[in-house]
């Protein structure tokens, strides 16, 4: 103390003005730093959110083309059996109204060569019958009148007499006939769809999220999509940053003026199918950080007039806890804000830091892997529980940025779409990796379901029309046979004239045969449903199959829940008898076979397990086609009209591998 008192009060002011300048360079350095990481954090977490609208962008264009492509798919089967019928018979507005109840089309229309309209599916009332026989001069279906095209998808259009828009195709007439037919379906519900998973309404939805200023697309022309109220942004060729980042396919992250506030923006080109369709900005508010900033600075001042009282070392530590705490805050709210809009998407979401363990691990995430993303934060690859730790393994090892995939995770196979985007530190490593899953694998089944549909429709005209051109020369042959048996006997030779009519005649019997079994594939019975009681329909199956299971030494057990079913009760018992002799004939002795029905997800599921020889997997696509079969006696007809009944109900049938061996065929029908 008599130190202190020694020293001349110049001295103490000097020592309390050093230490209170160091002090205030240390704490004006320490919050620069602190700035630069909450810009670094908040830039990396802006980047992300980029690329995460830049994908979900990408995948909401994609299905609405790929809608749209379904769309004019489906008009265009359509309207070839329409130009059929129109090849065949001059077509009544009876017949065509008929086809576009039965087919769900709103309107269907004839024209001739100069496009005078000459027939139509409705009648037209009011002002629309002053259009029926009217000329159109310049339609827009014109380059089908003119040859140049046989078919065209005219797309969404305005309805020309009410309210909403229409999809609409054409082909072109066959035959002599020469002209157009246009196809045109009710588009009200895909417009709304289109509006409510828009790229629009993903911009709006962003927008709602508190700290976000704008979210802008555009293009070198102006505005496509943005926040409500954003009528100007700075134009692409008026800006080097924006016309830097479209030439350069990258990210770029500024701080800039809007309506006189500075904000944090993130500058990204939107990208579809590798083309390049605009710029999305993206404006985050810098208010917090700004607020900060200024309270940091306050305190540093009230501090820094203390510390020349009181002293610097007290000073020192109070600001350095402070700066933690806040900085502390600030984290967990950005933070925060992020997890929200990670949880709240649609896809898998899992990123990688620069030491290969998992940061970020979104609900959807949990869901799809069923892990609490509690148990995989912080960890790698190799840390993981065994069944996780393959199917990542496996997601992380795909190499091209963009791909369908088809892995195995948890046991279950999945169809996914996977898109892989890396963030890069200043020296160009990697410090980070997000791979964005979707799952494919119930829209690709609904596809093949599809495909398979409309296949057996494509082969069950086909059946009916081999039947009809046989079956007349066919009769024609079997009454020559029961003459010439009766009245054309010849005088030598009888013996073995007998036996060739014999064989002709059988013969003509036998292909009669299988033009029944045509016909009864192609004018299948229209189904019957009624309400009964799914044990009596187990019980009734396994009274009829029991005798020949145990006459094949076979062990059969059923099982089922008592739930009210609507089928049609002789029909369904069709089909299932079929999967069960299928079943019995791939079982051999000492084997077994169970049959059993449940609800699920307000689904009835019907499944048929036997370890039997099973099923390769490339024919398991093949085996509900007409007339394939890998018996040697068989007709191949079984599950074709297995499944046919199948789809009358409104269901579907699938078949996989019963491990470690046999077949399961598992059959989900409507509640």
Do not use: C
């Not at 148990?375 to 790698?380: A, E, H, Q, R």
């Not at 099973?614 to 040697?632: A, M, N, P, S, V």
Request: charged share 25%.
């Amino acid at each position: 103390m008599k130190f202190l008192s020694n020293i001349q009060p110049r001295y103490i002011i000097a020592i309390t003005i050093s230490i209170a300048v160091l002090m205030f360079t240390s704490a004006y350095v320490e919050l620069q730093q602190s700035k630069e990481e909450l810009f670094h954090l908040l830039e990396e977490h802006s980047i992300s959110l980029a690329e995460i609208v830049q994908r979900s962008s990408s995948n909401i264009v994609l299905s609405s083309d790929y809608i749209e492509q379904q769309l004019a798919e489906r008009l265009y089967n359509n309207a070839s059996f329409i130009a059929r019928m129109d090849s065949a018979k001059k077509l009544k507005q009876s017949d065509l109204a008929r086809v576009a109840n039965k087919n769900g089309i709103f309107r269907i229309h004839i024209f001739e060569s100069k496009g005078k309209r000459i027939a139509s599916s409705h009648i037209p009332l009011g002002y629309g019958a002053a259009m029926h026989d009217q000329n159109i001069s310049s339609p827009v279906f014109a380059p089908i009148l003119r040859g140049e095209l046989d078919q065209m998808t005219i797309g969404f259009k305005e309805s020309r007499f009410m309210d909403g828009k229409r999809f609409a195709v054409a082909v072109k007439r066959t035959g002599r006939n020469h002209g157009a037919i246009v196809l045109t379906l009710d588009a009200k519900e895909i417009v709304e769809f289109r509006k409510n998973i828009g790229i629009g309404r993903l911009i709006n939805d962003l927008s709602n999220n508190s700290g976000i200023e704008y979210v802008v697309l555009q293009d070198s022309l102006g505005i496509i999509a943005a926040t409500q109220g954003i009528t100007e942004m700075s134009r692409i060729d008026d800006d080097q940053v924006l016309l830097r980042v479209l030439t350069n396919d990258s990210s770029i992250t500024r701080r800039s003026l809007f309506h006189d506030r500075e904000v944090f923006e993130v500058i990204r080109a939107l990208t579809i199918e590798q083309s390049v369709v605009g710029l999305l900005r993206i404006g985050i508010s810098m208010d917090e950080i700004r607020s900060v900033e200024s309270r940091m600075w306050r305190r540093m001042f009230i501090m820094s007039i203390v510390l020349i009282s009181i002293g610097a070392v007290i000073f020192t530590a109070i600001i350095a806890n402070q700066n933690f705490q806040l900085m502390s805050k600030k984290y967990e709210r950005v933070q925060q804000f992020t997890e929200n809009i990670l949880h709240s998407m649609q896809d898998i979401v899992i990123t990688f830091d620069d030491q290969q363990r998992i940061s970020i691990f979104n609900q959807q995430a949990e869901l799809f892997f069923r892990i609490s993303a509690e148990n995989v934060l912080g960890k790698s690859i190799e840390e993981l529980p065994d069944g996780l730790r393959n199917s990542i393994r496996n997601i992380s090892t795909v190499q091209n940025k963009d791909t369908n995939e088809q892995l195995v995770v948890n046991g279950n196979e999945f169809i996914l779409s996977i898109s892989v985007s890396e963030t890069l530190k200043k020296d160009g490593s990697i410090e980070s990796r997000t791979i964005l899953i979707k799952d494919l694998t119930e829209s690709k089944r609904l596809e093949r379901e599809v495909q398979r549909k409309e296949k057996m429709t494509a082969m069950g005209e086909l059946a009916a029309g081999v039947a009809h051109e046989i079956r007349n020369p066919l009769n024609a042959i079997s009454m020559i046979a029961q003459r010439f048996e009766k009245e054309f006997l010849p005088k030598k030779g009888l013996k073995e004239y007998k036996e060739l009519n014999s064989v002709l005649k059988n013969e003509s019997i036998r292909v009669n045969g299988i033009i029944q079994q045509f016909l009864s594939f192609a004018r299948s019975k229209k189904i019957k449903p009624s309400i009964i009681s799914s044990l009596m329909l187990i019980n009734h199956l396994s009274m009829l199959f029991q005798s020949q299971a145990k006459e094949r030494k076979i062990y059969f057990t059923s099982h089922s829940e008592d739930i009210p079913i609507s089928i049609d009760f002789e029909q369904m018992t069709q089909a299932l008898l079929n999967l069960l002799q299928n079943a019995l004939d791939a079982t051999s002795e000492d084997g077994s076979i169970v049959l059993t029905l449940a609800k699920i997800n307000n689904e009835i599921k019907i499944e048929i397990a036997d370890i039997g020889t099973g099923i390769e997997t490339e024919l398991q696509e093949k085996i509900f086609d007409l007339y394939f079969t890998t018996k040697l006696n068989g007709t191949g007809m079984g599950l074709a009209i297995t499944q046919q009944i199948i789809s009358q109900h409104n269901g579907s049938i699938t078949v996989r591998n019963n491990k470690p061996q046999g077949s399961i065929f598992l059959i989900t029908l409507p509640v």
